[in-house]
């Protein structure tokens, strides 16, 4: 608050104290200039204009130079300047004494006061210049030299700087070009040749700064040697920036004034400026990214004055591995830099760089697509040869992060940022190019089925939806697309289109392990509803923002549901059929979905889970089709292209079959009877040909399918297929099965059965001849006969082999009293103490091996097992509510009671 009592203060108390410590004098300076810095609105002209002369005293107070003496009163003096510059330009000049050399810091504060106040100091320059230029002759000492260079250049600076912004009379470019020609001829060849490099670079950085106000006689003199020098100190210098600034201005005044000098030349600058302007720099050290982009500025200067050489000169260079990304930098400088140069060189360079989409460098595919980015933005990309460019970006979108995990950055480039670039570029591209609409549309539909483009889907999908939302906004016609016009050979047809997206949409729903493709997928199909069918848009304006919404509130991985958002997908393409209702496309559909089961192939890890969903698609496609023919080539088609040695692949298959079942039931069991009759064939031929798949795989598969396709056959018809073609082949299989996988396949096709010809399904009541011999069957499974050394048990198989019993004695009529007793003594064995432990299910992966064996205790006991028997046995109180069936209970478990008592 009392700002200038405190300064006045610290003056007095400076001036007063004679004895005063450098140490003690520092510190207080350097207070007096944080105070100034802080509270500069506050300081009036007078308080200026004293702390200005104090601080100039402090200044020249001793001739040696102390940097944090001196330093800080310079800092005080042009913190000061704006508030009373001529009594700083007046305290400064006033250090200058006849022809003896200033103190280096009035030298150096007058180069900062140029800096800072170019209006004020340019028209006095003159001045300055009179006191100074004399003295260049008695300059020994390389720091006098530095600090008299650093000056000129602020001077040339601030005099370009003025005549640019100012309009004075008086104060033109041409001005100082008598004392200008004077620096000139005290910085080269002297201190440009110097050996303190620090001299030797500060003075080619102020030549930089006079060569534009220099005459242009002088200058043309020096040419021929002054290029050649500034080129040996480009290659030879380290700190390459005052050398790249310096050259920047001498090129571009050579090129104006002595075009046919520089042309001589021009060889060895080409040749000089592209090496450097290749040279690997960091953005992360400023003087590397400064002196990089001067080094483009150095580029454009030539690519403008000779645009033919340069460009050739790049094109020829291309093909240099070693400096391509470099090259390619250049290159989208000057397409960005100079569209009229370059007009008649457009074909010339696209022709040029789309040879280069082949190239696996990432460091050169990143400088690439920021170069076509450029290049769209300045129309190159209408001509002809675009397509091989868009290509290469969309290719990029798709980089394989997962195969490329692990491998450390090339040339500081990893895959996940030529990902990342690549895809923010094709964004760019697609919505804020407006040339591009009409190249991209209905183009990117291609890339939508192709294998290689997989992981590029969801910036694929932006774009195209961001091109159909304009499309419409404009035109239905420009909109709709004539997929059979001999332009659109190479489009994928609607129905290739949905499949494919309906497919990766089942399948992507977690948006943290899919970058966004679900809510990407429902966004297109929203906008081009109309585009793969005229039909579906009222079903899909009422469904796709319901699954977008669930997509919405279920983000968090613990709130996710997969098993219900496959629900919702599949749900989609029966509701899509069905409202469709035309064969003449369904057909059509199921075909592609066919040809594209190709597009998933099995990895190490197994098979694909893409193609465990298209097979259950072709269910559904079957389910909606009225084509005899078409349908028993899908399930020839499901049926043999299904991995059986998956479960999951298997359950898909059952899944379908079922679907398939509810409209084409016949079709379906006679084509599971006829792989039935195959494989037993194929079991027996097995044996001499090593490389057919294996015969219990199939037999799961076909077994698991049985019960499937029983559930989904309408309730009218269970009861004439149940028997005959359902449980009579399951019957056949069921003594010879003993593989723990192929009974699973058995015991949830027989709780599917069950529940399929229970009484509150059918219309009338109907009695399961079989139940009771399944019961067996089941419980040969759980709890194998000793005679049997071959059959494999385990936890979760007992578990599902009570529940099939527990959904079998459910049915009527009430289960015989015989069955009863043997059900309590075969499967009571599990409370026996004696009994053999079961074991648990193998795991299916590594993964869930090491947590089953890090599980704890709880997993190693009967406790699931336990409580489905519990179920089961009430299953029987239930069916029989008689107080007789009660006490026959009672009784048979009476031992185990007792033995717990």
């Known amino acids: 608050k009392q700002t200038p009592l405190v300064l006045t203060s610290a003056m007095g108390y400076i001036n007063k104290t004679k004895r005063i410590g450098q140490t003690h004098r520092v510190i207080i300076l350097k207070v007096l200039a944080q105070v100034i810095e802080d509270n500069l609105p506050t300081i009036r002209g007078d308080l200026a204009a004293q702390l200005v002369a104090f601080a100039t005293g402090e200044l020249t107070a001793n001739r040696d130079v102390i940097v944090d003496w001196q330093g800080t009163a310079s800092d005080i003096i042009i913190s000061l300047a704006d508030i009373c510059p001529p009594v700083v330009l007046d305290q400064l000049l006033a250090r200058f004494e006849g022809s003896q050399l200033p103190h280096y810091f009035v030298v150096k504060t007058l180069a900062d006061f140029a800096q800072k106040s170019p209006a004020f100091l340019v028209p006095r320059l003159k001045e ?10 008695a300059i020994r000492h390389d720091n006098i030299r530095w600090v008299f260079a650093a000056a000129f250049g602020r001077f040339a600076e601030g005099i370009q700087h003025y005549v640019a912004n100012v ?6 470019r041409n001005s100082f070009m008598g004392e200008m020609d004077t620096v000139f001829g005290a910085l080269y060849p002297a201190w440009v040749g110097s050996n303190e490099s620090r001299v030797r670079l500060t003075a080619v950085e102020a030549l930089g700064h006079v060569v534009p106000l220099m005459t242009g006689e002088l200058f043309q003199s020096h040419l021929t040697k002054l290029l050649p020098a500034l080129l040996q100190l480009w290659k030879k210098e380290t700190d390459r920036l005052p050398v790249t600034i310096g050259m920047c201005s001498v090129l571009e005044v050579a090129a104006q004034r002595s075009p046919d000098a520089v042309r001589l030349m021009l060889p060895q600058i080409l040749q000089v400026m592209h090496l450097l302007a290749c040279a690997p720099w960091s953005a992360e050290r400023p003087n590397e990214l400064k002196n990089h982009n001067e080094m483009l500025r150095c580029c454009e200067i030539i690519g403008r004055a000779y645009t033919d050489d340069l460009v050739s000169y790049l094109l020829k260079q291309l093909e240099n591995h070693g400096v391509r990304a470099g090259t ?22 696209l022709t040029g760089v789309k040879g280069l989409v082949v190239d696996n460098d990432l460091k050169v595919r990143k400088a690439l697509a920021q170069l076509v980015i450029v290049m769209a933005s300045q129309q190159y990309l209408v001509l002809e040869g675009w ?113 494919r997206l309906l497919v990766l949409l089942n399948c992507c729903g977690k948006a943290e392990s899919s970058e966004g493709l679900a809510a990407a997928i429902l966004e297109l199909m929203g906008q081009c509803a109309l585009i793969l069918h005229s039909s579906v848009g009222d079903l899909w304006a009422d469904a796709l923002p319901k699954m977008l919404a669930y997509l919405e509130a279920n983000k968090e991985p613990a709130r996710w549901n997969q098993d219900q958002w496959e629900h919702m997908v599949l749900n989609l393409l029966s509701l899509t059929l069905e409202t469709i209702n035309d064969d003449e496309w369904t057909v059509p559909f199921g075909d592609q979905l066919c040809k594209q089961l190709d597009l998933y192939p099995a990895t190490p890890a197994g098979a694909s889970p893409y193609a465990r969903v298209l097979i259950r698609f072709l269910g559904v496609v ?52 006829l792989a039935v009759k195959n494989d037993m064939l194929r079991k027996s031929t097995a044996l001499f040909n090593k490389k057919m798949v294996p015969f219990e795989p199939i037999r799961a598969a076909l ?28 019957m056949d299989n069921i003594p010879t099965i003993k593989a723990a996988f192929v009974k699973e396949a058995v015991i949830r096709s027989t709780s599917l059965i069950a529940k399929a010809v229970h009484p509150s399904r059918l219309p009338k009541e109907y009695i399961m001849r079989e139940r009771d011999q399944m019961i067996r069957f089941m419980m040969d499974f759980i709890a194998p006969p000793p ?25 009527p009529p009430v289960v015989p009293v015989e069955l009863q007793r043997e059900f309590f003594t075969r499967m009571l064995c599990f409370f026996d103490g004696d009994a053999q432990p079961l074991h648990p299910a193998a795991p299916a992966t590594a993964a869930a091996a090491a947590a089953a064996a890090t599980a704890g205790t709880e997993e190693d006991t009967l406790a699931p097992v336990l409580e489905a028997l519990n179920v089961a046995l009430s299953a029987f109180v239930y069916m029989d509510c008689r107080v007789e069936c009660l006490m026959r209970c009672l009784q048979l478990l009476e031992p185990w009671t007792a033995a717990a008592n």
């Open 387 to 499: 397509r091989p460019l868009i290509d290469f970006v969309l290719g990029g979108c798709g980089i394989d992060l997962e195969a490329a995990k692990g491998k450390p950055p090339v040339d500081g480039v990893s895959p996940a940022e030529v990902r990342n670039v690549c895809s923010h570029i094709m964004n760019l591209i697609a919505t804020t190019i407006p040339c591009m609409e009409a190249k991209l549309w209905p183009y990117l539909f291609e890339f939508v089925v192709s294998p290689a483009h997989m992981a590029a889907l969801p910036v694929l999908c932006k774009c195209i939806t961001h091109l159909a939302v304009q499309k419409k906004s404009q035109s239905a016609d420009g909109f709709l697309i004539d997929f059979d016009a001999p332009e659109n050979t190479n489009l994928p047809k609607p129905q290739a289109i949905l499949g």
């Open 167 to 172: 309009e004075h009379p008086q104060v033109q």
């Open 703 to 730: 077994m698991l399918t049985l019960g499937h396709v029983a559930a989904m056959t309408p309730a009218p018809l269970v009861a004439s297929r149940i028997e005959v073609q359902v449980l009579r082949v399951m």
């Open 328 to 349: 390619l930098d250049i290159l989208k400088h000057l397409v960005g830099r100079m569209e009229e140069q370059l007009l008649l060189k457009k074909e010339l360079i």
């Open 787 to 811: 005679a049997d050394k071959e059959s494999e048990v385990n936890r979760a198989l007992c578990v599902l082999g009570l529940g099939a019993c527990t959904d079998l004695i459910y049915l």
């Open 128 to 137: 300055v210049l009179m006191r100074m230029l004399p003295l260049i002759s």
């Open 622 to 673: 079957a389910s909606k089709s009225h084509n005899r023919e078409f349908v028993r080539r899908l399930l020839d088609f499901m049926f043999a292209r299904t991995v059986h040695q998956e479960e999951a692949h298997r359950l898909a298959m059952a899944e379908g079959f079922g679907i398939a079942g509810r409209v084409h039931n016949d079709a379906v069991l006679i084509k599971l009877d």
